[in-house]
């Protein structure tokens, strides 16, 4: 049963400090996207990739978000230095064509 | 950038009880799918439908693109369709981005 993996499921930590969410996607999707999920803003798309290469990252924070791909197996989202305003649900989704498919989510809580 | 709308915000029904859930969406799209948001926070995929019936199990989808419009049907509701269900699209200039509307939360008592 193909799906999307994401690690850490939870991650707690202070302000300052770095986090890295890392994903695997589906075998053989070619585009990988980032979301956030807050209360406040609901479900807000982050950055996209299509095959490996970032296709558009405008609702990243420049300043202290990166997203890479690595490989066609990994996709990693870092912040540095984390903020509590970064506190939120960090969803991974890869797709084939237009239907997207999401990961469990990684919940970040920046004390 | 495109809208979408979704109504009605909040729903409790009984258990057995069928349930329609609206979404409006502001410009042609090249994607629309539902998703259900269980209460552990999992988006799980219902149905990918640009256009036209679907159905699977006690649930299906109608979407009227030339209208701009979907519609999930739950039928004979259950206390595991209890979450929130999100209708997300994909606008015609906006390549793969998924835009979410803000869901309806469906609570289903036994």
């Known amino acids: 049963d193909a799906r999307v993996t994401q690690t850490p499921r939870h991650k707690v930590t202070e302000m300052g400090q770095e986090v890295t969410m890392r994903c695997q996607p589906i075998l053989g999707h070619n585009t990988v996207f980032w979301y956030r999920q807050t209360m406040m803003q609901g479900l807000e798309l982050l950055a996209y990739f299509r095959n490996r290469a970032p296709l558009d990252d405008s609702g990243m924070p420049k300043d202290r978000f990166s997203a890479e791909m690595p490989d066609a197996t990994l996709a990693t989202l870092k912040i540095q230095p984390s903020e509590p305003r970064d506190s939120a649900v960090y969803f991974c989704?890869?797709?084939?064509?237009?239907?997207?498919?999401f990961g469990p989510g990684t919940r970040l809580t920046v004390l | 950038g495109i809208q979408v709308e979704q109504s009605p915000p909040d729903l409790i029904l009984q258990e057995g009880a069928n349930s329609t859930l609206r979404c409006n969406f502001s410009?042609?799209?090249?994607?629309l799918q539902w998703f259900h948001q269980n209460p552990w926070g999992q988006l799980i995929n219902l149905f990918y439908?640009?256009?036209g019936t679907k159905q699977n199990g006690r649930l299906s989808a109608t979407t009227v693109a030339t209208e701009r419009y979907s519609l999930l049907y739950i039928s004979s509701s259950q206390t595991t369709d209890s979450g929130v269900y999100f209708c997300a699209v994909v606008g015609g200039t906006s390549y793969g981005k998924l835009t979410f509307g803000q869901g309806t939360i469906l609570t289903v008592h036994p």
């Open positions: 439908i640009p256009s």
């Open positions: 989704a890869s797709g084939q064509r237009n239907e997207q498919f």
């Open positions: 410009d042609s799209v090249n994607n």
